[in-house]
């Protein structure tokens, strides 16, 4: 059953009863005033949304968005309550999917947590929590590596437990537990989860799960110092998100390609990656990766001794942060601008944005990111002769450096 059963009816419907999709949009048509086929447009036939509303047919995602629009509701009233129709819980789901893809992780939370909280097909299940899983998985996409664990664990052991054979899920699964891996930072252990990923995946040419994996390996290789290895999977996974039309993953692959070519003093080249993504992201009005790829602009051109151009760069970053949610982008654009004050001889405006970001870094559960600006800080440091400070300095980066993270299987017991 779609809806609850009403008093003095009967709770059971017949096959030509509309079911609560079709029974919200004829409400919301009504309310308006509109016609079939003012609603159908040039998109549909009156005659299919007319069988939409008596539930004897399922629009897809797509039509079910043009039809939220045209009703002025937002698609979240058509699927409430979707009770045991797999049709509708497949809407949610796909919509929940398509606002992570968008970077909605809120409202993707939100669509999954009501999916999981029906009783549901096993396979629908694991999907949903394999999506949440998703979201915190990525660490540098939603920074909740904890979460992921939890999520990721139970959708791996209802995979298993239900002895389903499923390639596109299984390289996915696989993915994930890489990543939780990665984010343990284990890399040896996640370039061989990737690995096996990847032979998963190439089975059934699953495109996205292919360049999330690609994008994997080569944090991974970096991670162990690998970079012609791992440039060589960023380039694989960039060509598959620029076929995919995926603005935002092509500009993480970008900024992690130039980060790369940066540490091996390949200045030009990863000015070039930096400025191709930032053009793109422009584009799309992107406000949470576009600052890190102008802070890579900044670095860039400050290796290029160009202090003028990575001052004017550093205060479009800083700019760009205050529109930012993510702390990674302020810990960069604050570490940067530290060293640009620096080569401008500017001491206290260095400091202060050195402490900035190592107080913003201690929010972030990320070692590796406190050493960074740690290094930088302790480099500055030294370059203006402090060196009682500076010893201290390098031995927090050191320490930092060397904490240990936590095994993967302990991402699952708690939240991020």
Same mark, same amino acid.
């Given at each position: 059953m779609l809806t609850k059963g009403r008093p003095?009816?009967?709770?059971?419907? #017949?096959? #030509?009863?509309?079911?609560?999709?079709?029974?919200?949009?004829?409400?919301?048509? =009504?309310?308006?005033?509109? /016609?079939?086929?003012?609603?159908?447009?040039?998109?549909?036939?009156?005659?299919? @949304?007319?069988?939409?509303?008596?539930?004897r047919s399922q629009p897809s995602t797509q039509t079910l968005r043009i039809i939220a629009q045209r009703? =002025?509701?937002?698609?979240?009233?058509?699927?409430?309550?979707?009770?045991? /129709?797999? $049709?509708?819980?497949?809407?949610?789901?796909?919509? !929940?999917?398509?606002?992570? @893809?968008? #970077?909605?992780?809120?409202?993707?939370?939100?669509?999954?947590?009501?999916?999981?909280?029906?009783?549901?097909?096993?396979?629908?299940?694991?999907?949903?929590?394999? !999506? @949440?899983?998703?979201?915190?998985?990525?660490?540098?996409?939603?920074?909740?590596?904890?979460? %992921?664990?939890?999520?990721?664990?139970?959708?791996?052991e209802r995979y298993e437990s239900a002895g389903l054979n499923d390639p596109v899920l299984k390289a996915r699964i696989l993915g994930h537990r890489a990543n939780l891996h990665y984010v343990a930072g284990q890399p040896v252990e996640a370039i061989a989860a990737y690995e096996s990923a990847i032979a998963a995946a190439e089975q059934v040419l699953d495109m996205p799960a292919l360049a999330w994996?690609?994008?994997?390996?080569? &944090?991974?290789?970096? =991670?162990?110092?690998?970079?012609?290895?791992? &440039?060589?999977?960023?380039?694989?996974?960039?060509?598959?998100?620029e076929?995919?039309?995926?603005?935002?993953?092509?500009?993480? &692959?970008?900024?992690?390609?130039?980060?790369?070519?940066?540490?091996?003093?390949?200045v030009a080249e990863a000015e070039r990656l930096?400025?191709?993504?930032?053009?793109? @992201?422009r584009r799309i009005d992107d406000r949470e990766l576009l600052p890190l790829l102008v802070v890579g602009m900044a670095e860039s051109a400050l290796e290029h001794?160009?202090?003028?151009? $990575?001052?004017?760069l550093i205060e479009q970053a800083l700019d760009l942060t205050t529109r930012s949610s993510d702390p990674i982008a302020s810990v960069a654009v604050h570490r940067v601008a530290g060293r640009v004050a620096h080569a401008r001889g500017r001491r206290e405006t260095a400091h202060r944005h050195f402490e900035r970001a190592l107080e913003v870094a201690l929010t972030v559960d990320s070692p590796d990111l406190r050493a960074r600006v740690t290094y930088d800080?302790?480099?500055?440091?030294?370059?203006?002769?402090?060196?009682?400070?500076? $010893?201290?300095?390098?031995? =927090?980066?050191?320490?930092?450096?060397?904490?240990?993270?936590?095994? %993967?299987?302990?991402?699952?017991?708690?939240?991020?």
């Open positions: 003095g009816r009967s709770s059971t419907a #017949g096959p #030509g009863a509309p079911g609560s999709l079709g029974q919200r949009i004829r409400l919301a048509r =009504q309310e308006l005033g509109l /016609s079939l086929t003012a609603v159908a447009g040039k998109d549909f036939s009156r005659a299919f @949304l007319n069988q939409v509303e008596l539930g009703l =002025q509701r937002p698609i979240d009233y058509f699927l409430e309550e979707p009770g045991d /129709s797999i $049709a509708a819980l497949e809407l949610a789901l796909a919509e !929940a999917e398509m606002s992570l @893809l968008h #970077g909605d992780a809120a409202r993707a939370e939100a669509l999954m947590t009501r999916v999981l909280a029906r009783t549901i097909p096993l396979e629908l299940r694991t999907r949903a929590q394999l !999506a @949440l899983g998703t979201m915190g998985s990525v660490h540098y996409l939603l920074r909740r590596a904890h979460s %992921a664990g939890r999520w990721f664990e139970q959708a791996f994996i690609y994008e994997g390996l080569a &944090l991974s290789f970096q =991670q162990t110092g690998q970079y012609t290895r791992a &440039l060589s999977y960023a380039q694989k996974g960039l060509r598959i998100f076929t995919l039309r995926d603005v935002r993953m092509a500009g993480e &692959l970008r900024l992690n390609m130039g980060e790369m070519l940066l540490q091996q003093g390949r930096f400025t191709e993504g930032a053009e793109r @992201l001794d160009d202090a003028d151009r $990575a001052s004017d800080y302790a480099r500055a440091l030294e370059a203006e002769g402090d060196a009682a400070q500076a $010893a201290v300095r390098f031995r =927090q980066a050191y320490e930092a450096g060397r904490a240990p993270r936590p095994a %993967a299987s302990a991402l699952s017991e708690s939240e991020g």
